[in-house]
């Protein structure tokens, strides 16, 4: 969101976004780019999270701004944006978290107390993938998800678990992988098997899309039905909705007729 406000007015390309990324210091996987379908994901949600409007500006490379109705004269970072937002709504007074804002802006001291409460809350935020994650695995561990038996962390994917039916893996070839996001909780069905044939009636099946390939060459579905795909949030997690989906996606797995084999490695 601060490389789209900075490009204002001119705007930002997709490409262009995407070289950022791959030299960022928080792209801890090195991703080279930005795919297309991520990228209009990534901007709706960002629309939807700071409440504002990404233009597209239409040519031969389409640049993407925030509207300028959301961007004083000199306004270049993700801070002033908050605080233009924050001042543009009709309150009677500011709120708490604008007058820290205030502070830091203006480089004075925040009291002891709201700096440890601050920080507090900034460090229980950070930790939700994690703890989440963390959650759900106790949750199949403990037999509370209904046909699951087996689960542990992604191997390629911060954030994400993976859960299945070990019987049914072994048939199928397939499992759940759940990834866990600051907002979000995004819920796929994933293989490892390359044969087209097999994957597309995998996709008829079970209800997903045509799958996207990933690290380790795995494919991944989203289920077409977005209420099992997505789950968003503003603090934490309803974990037994997450509990509730998982076990939905576990069964629809096991359902699969038994002529669905694995193809032969």
């Known amino acids: 969101m601060n490389e789209i406000i900075q490009a204002s007015t001119r705007g930002i390309t997709r490409e262009e976004l995407s070289d950022k990324w791959a030299n960022s210091a928080s792209n801890d996987w ?58 543009s709504e009709k309150k009677s007074k500011p709120s708490y978290i604008l007058d820290i804002l205030n502070l830091i802006m203006t480089g004075r001291e925040i009291p002891d107390e709201d700096a440890t409460a601050v920080k507090a809350i900034a460090e229980k935020l950070n930790r939700v993938p994690f703890d989440s994650g963390k959650q ?40 759940v992988s759940i990834g866990f996001y600051d907002d979000r909780v995004l819920f796929y069905v994933v293989t490892s098997v390359q044969e087209a ?25 989203e289920p077409m039905d977005k209420s099992l795909f997505q789950l968003d949030f503003q603090t934490f997690p309803d974990m037994e909705e997450v509990k509730r989906r998982v076990e939905l996606l576990i069964a629809k797995i096991a359902e699969l007729p038994d002529d669905l084999q694995k193809p032969e490695e």
């Open 136 to 175: 759900l695995i106790t949750s199949v561990e403990a037999g509370e998800i209904q046909g699951a038996d087996c689960v542990d962390w992604d191997e390629d994917y911060r954030g994400y678990v993976c859960v299945w039916n070990d019987a049914d893996y072994k048939r199928t070839d397939l499992w």
């Open 197 to 221: 044939t097999y994957r597309e009636n995998v996709s008829r099946l079970l209800e997903v899309d045509n799958g996207e390939i990933y690290r380790s060459d795995y494919w991944w579905y």
């Open 30 to 87: 090195k991703d080279k780019d930005i795919p297309e379908r991520t990228f209009y994901r990534i901007r709706n949600m960002l629309q939807s999270v700071f409440d504002v409007d990404i233009e597209c500006i239409k040519g031969a490379e389409p640049r993407y701004r925030v509207s300028s109705e959301y961007l004083e004269p000199g306004s270049s970072n993700l801070l002033s944006l908050l605080l233009n937002k924050k001042e």
